[in-house]
């Protein structure tokens, strides 16, 4: 403690950020106790799972915002991946969908708690996670491969989700690049899939910085685009980042990246 000119104490800036991040913490500890009676509420039908749901997904992204604040990056990390198991929550739960939650919410509890979930590697923690509802995998074999795709939201993203999905793939997106920057540095995805123009970073710029980068350089990246293949922004690109256009191409040209990336 500092003593000022008044005789008040005041509380270094730590103390302050201390104390902050344990109100955090016990409140997320409150807001996963309701959200679990919530979801018990709703897998008992006394109340509608989309509204629940909705609800799950706006504490997992304040969650996810106030955790990075905080540096707690692996939290941050799965209530993001909270956010995306649930964006297409169907009407009629599968069965493995509360499990799923269940399983999301003690992770997430063990994580705020300090436990050794805390300091477990991000990669291998999110590959623990189950994979995303809203995709229909039928007799797909899902596969142990995380790919990220960096692309602002939309139908052409969910295109591209699907078709990664249809090879069994794990699918996570970011809208964001510079979000996305953090993201890959922590998880390590098998795969980055970068679309070549985002808002505030470039998706060329984000690709040459990962390629660049040692912790990050052996991680395969592939640049999505409807620009020309003659446009003077790609030619900026390692030889080694394969470009998928938009198009009539796309399933040819993914399918060979992922070929020569040996992702299939």
Not at 210 to 238: E, F, G, H, Q, Y
Request: hydrophobic share 45%; net charge negative.
């Amino acid at each position: 403690m500092s003593e000022t000119g008044n005789g008040h104490h005041s509380k270094s800036a730590q103390e302050v950020v201390d104390q902050l991040r344990q109100e955090f913490i016990e409140e997320m500890t409150e807001t996963l106790q309701g959200l679990d009676v919530a979801f018990d509420a709703a897998r008992n039908g006394h109340r509608d799972l989309g509204e629940v749901a909705t609800e799950c997904r706006r504490a997992a992204v304040l969650i996810r915002g106030q955790a990075a604040n905080f540096a707690l990056h692996r939290l941050a990390t799965v209530a993001h991946r909270l956010d995306e198991y649930l964006a297409n929550t169907p009407k009629v739960a599968p069965p493995r969908l509360w499990d799923d939650i269940q399983g999301y919410f003690d992770l997430l509890g063990r994580l705020t708690q300090g436990s050794a979930d805390a300091e477990a590697d991000p990669a291998s923690l999110v590959r623990k996670l189950p994979a995303k509802l809203g995709f229909d995998l039928g007799d797909i074999e899902i596969r142990n491969v995380e790919v990220l795709l960096v692309m602002p939201p939309g139908a052409q993203t969910r295109f591209v989700e699907r078709e990664l999905q249809q090879c069994g793939y794990r699918v996570s997106m970011v809208p964001d690049s510079v979000q996305a920057f953090g993201m890959v540095v922590q998880t390590k995805p098998d795969l980055v899939i970068i679309s070549a123009v985002m808002p505030a970073l470039e998706g060329i710029d984000l690709a040459m910085a990962l390629s660049a980068m040692p912790s990050t350089r052996n991680i395969p990246l592939a640049v999505i685009t409807s620009l020309d293949k003659d446009d003077d922004s790609l030619k900026l690109l390692p030889k080694r980042i394969p470009v998928l256009f938009k198009g009539a191409s796309f399933a040819d040209d993914l399918f060979k990246a992922l070929d020569n990336l040996f992702l299939i």
